[in-house]
């Protein structure tokens, strides 16, 4: 690439200078609209952030449920405004604490959450009343949601006083994540009855996020973040169908997940693409009647892969420059990285700073004055277009293999996220892509930096009160409850409502995993 040439991270060519002539066909009543009005284009709501600013949910867990339930009252106490919880390797793959395959990592990347009685700790003391809670768990999605549903009924707030998410997308992790237990077809039933008991018992959470991030992590360019991602919801709105569910009672409570990268323009540009797809989609393809059917209300968090080890004190940059392309986007909610994530789990005072990021955009910046600020700028509309018209290519392309599952099962997703990967991984070699700090202005010297400390013995705690609950509960009960729920599995009636009775009688998120994994099996790739 010469100096004079430019691209997006997607590829996309950009002009020296852009002018009317770049939109030329632009009508701006398709392709804008009004704030909060179809096709969305410019917000989801009509005020945006001049109404209220988006929701400062930073995601926190590690080892036990009481140091994760600290840390959340640390960041209510700065000001946070929504919780968002991360849970271990092994809560994540349907292992309680105590199983073999558990050992070495347990809490480490998250908090561990076994039973009822961990759940009663990670809550202890938040007013479930108030607050919305995040929950980024796939497989075991549905467990964690009933054990929330019970802490609530514990405090006296019924289900539908709860309000929260739960990330629950399962093809992405077949696509770029790898935290899957059963096969696509019995862990998309889940899914679809997870939409039908939330409809019941739970009408204002939202059940499904369905996530772009971590196809990004993996690799993707920014129009495939949005295309694949895109092509999974289709899959999830259509299953949900087959199952006789009623679309416009749960399309309103599906939400997404997108990341936030480097390249300012090209973010924002997605984001408003995005919405403006899935408008289109919602409307023309599935014909959605209600309006909040058509709106793509997302969560976003900054680039975990963009952080570098070396002089990470310039991730503050990153992410503030990222944060700033998720609002200017219209993005509904927000995590802000740690600038040390590089190098371990973040410590409070990186905690605390990327909240106070959040903060000053907010606060202090302008952007939350008036309602998507970047509207009608030459290039950035120029650039929607382009990104919208390279995801709806890659949309029918996956239509045409059948759909999202079936793509999956080809390796479709996969084989063109690592073909991209690997093209960006080559330019940073070739230096073509600079990156501060790794190929540019690198240093010799490495600054000491604090990194949070992993606590063995909060392992070993979490193990030994799983070990003491399921010599105390009673296990006839608990027996009796798995055997209900193994016999739902066996037929084709909602999973959640058996698999709460077992919970409620102190089964375990592994003893229901377990369960399941006899009945649906395990998935193995190709």
Same mark, same amino acid.
Request: some cysteine.
């Given at each position: 690439?010469?100096?004079?040439?430019?691209?997006?991270?997607?590829?996309?060519?950009?002009?020296?200078?852009?002018?009317?002539?770049? &939109?030329?066909?632009?009508?701006?009543?398709?392709?804008?609209?009004?704030?909060?009005?179809?096709?969305?284009?410019?917000?989801?709501?009509?005020?945006?952030?001049?109404?209220? +600013?988006?929701?400062?949910?930073?995601?926190?867990?590690?080892?036990?449920?009481?140091?994760?339930?600290?840390?959340?009252?640390?960041?209510?106490?700065?000001?946070?405004?929504? +919780?968002?919880?991360?849970?271990?390797?092994?809560?994540?793959?349907?292992?309680?604490?105590?199983?073999?395959?558990?050992?070495?990592?347990?809490?480490?990347?998250?908090?561990?959450?076994?039973?009822?009685?961990?759940?009663?700790?990670? &809550?202890?003391?938040?007013?479930?009343?108030?607050?919305?809670?995040?929950?980024?768990?796939?497989?075991?999605?549905?467990?964690?949601?009933?054990?929330?549903?019970?802490?609530?009924?514990?405090?006296?707030?019924?289900?539908?006083?709860?309000?929260?998410?739960?990330?629950?997308?399962?093809?992405?992790?077949?696509?770029?994540?790898?935290?899957?237990?059963?096969?696509?077809?019995?862990?998309?039933?889940?899914? =679809?009855?997870?939409?039908?008991?939330?409809?019941?018992?739970?009408?204002?959470?939202?059940?499904?996020?369905?996530?772009?991030?971590?196809?990004?992590?993996?690799?993707?360019?920014?129009?495939?973040?949005?295309?694949?991602?895109?092509?999974?919801?289709?899959?999830?709105?259509?299953?949900?169908?087959?199952?006789?569910?009623?679309?416009?009672?749960?399309?309103?409570?599906?939400?997404?997940?997108?990341?936030?990268?480097?390249?300012?323009?090209?973010?924002?540009?997605?984001?408003?693409?995005?919405?403006? &797809?899935?408008?289109?989609?919602?409307?023309?393809?599935?014909?959605?009647?209600?309006?909040?059917?058509?709106?793509?209300? %997302?969560?976003?968090?900054?680039?975990?892969?963009?952080?570098?080890?070396?002089?990470?004190?310039?991730?503050?940059?990153?992410?503030?420059?990222?944060?700033?392309?998720?609002?200017?986007?219209?993005?509904?909610?927000?995590?802000?990285?740690?600038?040390?994530?590089?190098?371990?789990?973040?410590?409070?005072?990186?905690?605390? +700073?990327?909240?106070?990021?959040?903060?000053?955009?907010?606060?202090?910046?302008?952007?939350?004055?008036?309602?998507?600020?970047?509207?009608?700028?030459?290039?950035?509309?120029?650039?929607?277009?382009? =990104?919208?018209?390279?995801?709806?290519?890659?949309?029918?392309?996956?239509?045409?293999?059948?759909?999202?599952?079936?793509?999956?099962?080809?390796?479709?997703?996969?084989?063109?996220?690592?073909?991209?990967?690997?093209?960006?991984?080559?330019? /940073?070699?070739?230096?073509?892509?600079?990156?501060?700090?790794?190929?540019?202005?690198?240093?010799?010297?490495?600054?000491?930096?604090? /990194? %949070?400390?992993?606590? /063995?013995?909060?392992?070993?705690?979490?193990?030994?009160?799983?070990?003491?609950?399921?010599?105390?509960?009673?296990?006839?009960?608990?027996?009796?409850? &798995?055997?209900?729920?193994?016999?739902?599995?066996?037929?084709?009636?909602?999973?959640?409502?058996?698999?709460?009775?077992?919970?409620?009688?102190?089964?375990?998120?592994?003893? =229901?995993?377990? =369960?399941?994994?006899?009945?649906?099996?395990?998935?193995?790739?190709?």
């Amino acid at each position: 690439m010469t100096s004079s040439e430019r691209s997006t991270d997607s590829g996309i060519e950009i002009d020296e200078v852009y002018d009317a002539s770049d &939109l030329e066909e632009f009508d701006p009543a398709t392709k804008l609209g009004a704030p909060g009005a179809y096709p969305y284009t410019r917000g989801v709501q009509s005020s945006m952030y001049r109404g209220r +600013l988006w929701t400062m949910r930073q995601y926190a867990g590690f080892g036990t449920a009481e140091a994760t339930n600290e840390r959340f009252k640390f960041l209510l106490g700065a000001g946070q405004t929504g +919780l968002s919880c991360a849970f271990d390797l092994p809560t994540q793959m349907g292992y309680d604490a105590d199983h073999a395959r558990a050992e070495g990592e347990v809490g480490k990347v998250g908090v561990a959450i076994s039973s009822l009685e961990d759940m009663r700790l990670l &809550l202890a003391g938040l007013p479930l009343n108030e607050v919305t809670t995040s929950m980024t768990i796939n497989s075991t999605a549905s467990t964690l949601l009933l054990l929330y549903q019970l802490v609530g009924e514990e405090q006296g707030v019924d289900g539908g006083q709860l309000r929260g998410t739960i990330q629950n997308d399962i093809l992405k992790e077949y696509v770029a994540r790898g935290t899957y237990i059963y096969p696509p077809r019995p862990s998309m039933r889940l899914i =679809v009855d997870t939409f039908a008991y939330c409809a019941n018992e739970m009408p204002n959470w939202n059940t499904i996020s369905i996530s772009g991030y971590h196809i990004r992590e993996a690799g993707s360019t920014a129009v495939q973040e949005i295309a694949f991602t895109l092509a999974n919801g289709i899959a999830y709105v259509e299953a949900a169908l087959g199952a006789g569910l009623e679309l416009d009672e749960f399309a309103p409570r599906l939400s997404f997940f997108f990341n936030a990268h480097n390249n300012l323009f090209e973010e924002v540009a997605k984001y408003r693409a995005a919405r403006r &797809l899935w408008a289109s989609i919602m409307r023309d393809r599935f014909g959605a009647k209600d309006p909040k059917s058509m709106m793509l209300r %997302f969560h976003t968090q900054t680039g975990g892969s963009t952080l570098t080890a070396q002089q990470p004190q310039s991730n503050i940059v990153r992410v503030a420059i990222q944060a700033l392309a998720a609002t200017l986007g219209g993005t509904q909610s927000l995590h802000t990285n740690g600038f040390d994530e590089a190098l371990g789990l973040p410590t409070e005072h990186a905690a605390k +700073l990327a909240l106070r990021t959040q903060q000053v955009l907010g606060y202090e910046s302008g952007i939350a004055d008036t309602v998507d600020p970047l509207a009608g700028s030459y290039f950035v509309e120029s650039l929607t277009d382009e =990104v919208e018209r390279r995801a709806r290519e890659y949309i029918a392309t996956i239509d045409a293999m059948g759909g999202a599952v079936a793509a999956i099962e080809s390796r479709y997703m996969q084989d063109e996220i690592e073909t991209a990967a690997y093209e960006f991984a080559r330019s /940073v070699d070739r230096g073509e892509k600079v990156v501060v700090g790794v190929n540019r202005f690198a240093e010799t010297s490495v600054a000491k930096a604090d /990194v %949070f400390p992993i606590d /063995v013995q909060q392992q070993r705690d979490q193990v030994d009160r799983v070990k003491r609950l399921k010599s105390n509960r009673e296990n006839r009960a608990v027996e009796s409850a &798995l055997e209900d729920l193994a016999v739902a599995a066996r037929g084709s009636a909602n999973l959640l409502y058996p698999m709460k009775v077992a919970l409620s009688r102190l089964a375990t998120l592994g003893e =229901v995993a377990d =369960v399941l994994r006899a009945e649906f099996g395990v998935y193995q790739p190709s």
